[in-house]
């Protein structure tokens, strides 16, 4: 796994003023998990990076470690039964944020999102709305 993607990710989203109104807080901070689990007390809407998807390495001819590419999922969750004008319109920029933009991520020496799919539909119970945008990422040493 790429230690510190998750960083890397949440602070590129922290940067955009627009996005995180949308969100509420939780311990004074944007509510934007980098984990897979959301603390039971968070209030919606919040943002869940979740663990890569997918982690593929490519090695290079005599055999070192080069690029790795790394799929995340990125779950947007609002309050279920309200209007999802909002929840749309933050689905976007989410998706607009990350469209091809790089991103320092420690011990590589290049990051860049280089695809973004979404949002779609996230099945949630009837407390929830969710949207779902899937990232990938292109890392080199």
């Known amino acids: 796994m790429a230690v510190g993607l998750g960083k890397a990710i949440r602070d590129l989203l922290l940067q955009d003023e627009p996005f995180c109104a949308y969100l509420s807080t939780y311990m004074g901070e944007k509510a934007i998990f980098t984990a897979d689990r959301v603390p039971p007390d968070a209030n919606m809407p919040f943002l869940m990076l979740g663990p890569p998807v997918t982690d593929e390495p490519d ?3 005599d055999g070192e470690s080069g690029r790795r590419t ?9 309050p279920g039964n309200a209007d999802e004008g909002p929840l749309e319109e933050a689905a976007e920029r989410l998706r607009n944020i990350l469209a091809d933009r790089s991103l320092t991520v420690p011990g590589f020496s290049r990051a860049r999102i280089a695809i973004v799919n979404g949002p779609i539909g996230l099945s949630a119970d009837t407390d929830a709305d969710g949207r779902l945008v899937s990232i990938r990422v292109h890392l080199t040493r």
């Not at 790394?70 to 609002?78: C, E, I, N, R, S």
Request: charged letters at 35%.
């Open 70 to 78: 790394v799929t995340k999922d990125l779950k947007l969750y609002f």
């Open 59 to 61: 090695r290079i001819m």
